[in-house]
């Protein structure tokens, strides 16, 4: 019986081992963030302080729906999902030049298809 105990609270613990600290400016990529399903098309982005500051700045005004979750669509491209992605969801894409972030695209998507798996 202590070794189940011990074997599910090793299991429960790595469940919530903390993702890496980005640089302040910059951002890592990580296998899942919880709560964003689409980490394993898309890799999964932890950003720093100062660069998710300054991709917010882009989009100042906005009310954005949780989850928020951060992917990169292709080297150095960002996207941020926001909203619950089998309901609709806002998508925001930036980029950066010469150091320079920029908002490329800002859509809403409403019309999404999720299926539920049977089991």
Do not use: Q
């Not at 790595?14 to 600290?21: I, R, S, T, V």
């Amino acid at each position: 019986m202590r070794r189940l105990f011990f074997a599910l609270a090793v299991a429960a613990l790595a469940g919530c081992a903390a993702h890496p600290n980005p640089p302040v400016n910059g951002y890592v990529r990580v296998k899942s963030v919880e709560g964003c399903p689409y980490g394993d098309s898309e890799p999964s982005l932890v950003l720093g302080t100062d660069l998710e500051a300054t991709l917010r700045e882009l989009i100042a005004g906005r009310v954005l729906e949780s989850p928020e979750c951060w992917y990169e669509k292709s080297n150095g491209v960002i996207l941020l999902a926001a909203g619950p992605l089998c309901l609709g969801y806002d998508e925001f894409t930036f980029s950066s030049e010469n150091g320079k972030w920029e908002l490329l695209r800002s859509r809403r998507v409403d019309f999404v298809m999720c299926h539920e798996r049977v089991r």
